[in-house]
């Protein structure tokens, strides 16, 4: 079983619109989750890190957390043509490593 | 301030060659992380560094080792490269405070096997 699960798409969504993307993970004592945007090419940038339960928002970036359901997303509201990438969910656990998931590719149409 | 940066950014070697990868964290950062990516395996932690200590290890062959610096460089170092290591190697740097890990990625090397 993969320790970090999310919806492999691709995803695509209308520009304007809201780009919801999921993630789960297996190991309870996990402490911090992260997601980042990787464009094609290019090396993950870290968009949008959380610690506790509840929604943390950045600009048009909400991450929600539910440690309880073992689930993290991120919702990007006002999707624009330039956050077309893929996005991936990360987690540590006490050892302080990454896990990474497997990504979910996002395009945003015009 | 400036970001991570990782040298060379693209290496093409052949097979049974070794090679040395080089990673500078951000300044202030003392963790530095070793990533492999690849197409069919995505991101996968090769090892984790702090303070000129490996504290952590990826589920990797010993072929693939590091270190780091008193500055904090790191390098990596594959032996004896096999087709299959060719990806993308990816560093990053954390500052480390408390529970707080957030790890900021260079921009990679590229590693071609022959």
């Known amino acids: 079983q993969k320790e970090v699960e999310q919806n492999s798409g691709p995803l695509s969504v209308p520009e304007g619109a809201i780009a919801s993307l999921n993630c789960t993970y297996s190991?309870?004592?996990?402490?911090?989750f992260f997601w980042y945007r990787q464009y094609s090419g290019k090396s993950p940038e870290l968009i949008m890190s959380i610690y506790s339960n509840g929604d943390k928002e950045d600009g048009r970036f909400t991450a929600q957390l539910n440690k309880a359901s073992q689930y993290v997303s991120l919702l990007i509201r006002d999707s624009q043509p330039s956050d077309s990438a893929t996005y991936l969910c990360a987690v540590s656990g006490s050892a302080r490593q990454l896990t990474f998931g497997s990504g979910t590719q996002l395009t945003v149409l015009p | 301030k400036a970001g991570v940066t990782q040298t060379p950014r693209y290496l093409i070697k052949t097979r049974g060659q070794q090679v040395t990868l080089s990673c500078s964290p951000i300044s202030g950062h003392r963790s530095v992380s070793w990533y492999q990516q690849t197409p069919g395996q995505g991101l996968q932690f090769l090892f984790e560094y702090f303070s000129e200590t490996q504290r952590n290890k990826g589920n990797f062959p010993g072929r693939f080792s590091g270190r780091q610096f008193s500055n904090s460089r790191s390098e990596m170092n594959v032996s004896t490269l096999e087709l299959g290591d060719s990806a993308l190697y990816l560093c990053?740097?954390?500052?480390?405070?408390?529970?707080?890990?957030?790890?900021?990625f260079g921009p990679g090397t590229r590693l071609t096997v022959l």
């Open positions: 190991d309870r004592v996990s402490q911090s």
């Open positions: 990053a740097s954390s500052f480390q405070r408390e529970t707080l890990n957030e790890q900021f």
